[in-house]
């Protein structure tokens, strides 16, 4: 027959084991994260560095249709020449010419500049690039070792939880309750073995007459009179 203890020492068994990897989990989330910041810094930039390369290449655009235009009302004035007829008309062609010429060399100008900053940005962005593949694949070869261990915290937790949730079932509801508010309240152990006649949760020595009662019957349990963790008797401390 098995023994109604048998459930609890499972439940706290199983919850110590989840904590461990639980911990575990977030430690090495901690540490990849710290070491994926550089990447993530260098990801960033190329973002910020790809939206100002668009801005810029929207400029480009709207000078070069201004061009265009420009370009094609310099020929139009180009084309009324001949249809000149006198020296009025042919000074007014040439002012108009002129200044229409005077605005197409200033967007010309314009163009080239912006060009400049455009191969700039783009060289620019080439170097981030580099330093990010470095980065990633530094990093990748730094947490390779991580990734793997993070990944088996995660089968592990993702097996342990639900056999916790198997157990909790198992404990009387009185004890259940009890599990629940010590775990809400902090205690990670509300369930704890015998060791060397002390409480292994509080390191209290116990009472002998306790630890006698305990041993007498292992299919029982009391509270510790110090922290109220509920005590249990090991096989193996019988030896
Ligand atoms: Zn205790």
Known sequence: MPLAIKPLIDLADTDRDL??????????ER?????????????????QKNNELEILASECKEVRNNIQMQEELIS?????????RN???????????EEARKIL???????????????DLEKEIETIKSQFDESNSEFQRETSGLLKKQEQAEKKIAK???????????VPQKIKRFYER????????????????????CHTVLLPQLVNELMANANSHKNCPNCSRILYFPETEEK
């Open 19 to 28: 904590q461990t990897y639980i911990y575990a989990r977030s430690h090495l």
């Open 31 to 47: 540490q990849i994260d710290t070491a994926r910041s550089v990447v993530d810094q260098h990801q960033k930039s190329i973002e």
């Open 76 to 84: 139009r004035l180009d084309g009324q020449v001949p249809k000149i």
């Open 87 to 97: 020296e009025k008309e042919f000074a007014a062609s040439k002012n108009q010419l």
């Open 105 to 119: 060399g200033m967007m010309e100008d314009k163009m080239l500049n912006l060009d400049l900053k455009k191969e």
């Open 160 to 170: 342990l939880q639900p056999r916790r949730t198997r157990l909790l079932k198992k």
């Open 182 to 201: 010590c775990q809400d309240s902090g205690i990670s152990t509300p369930i704890c073995a015998i060791q060397d006649r002390s409480c292994s949760g």
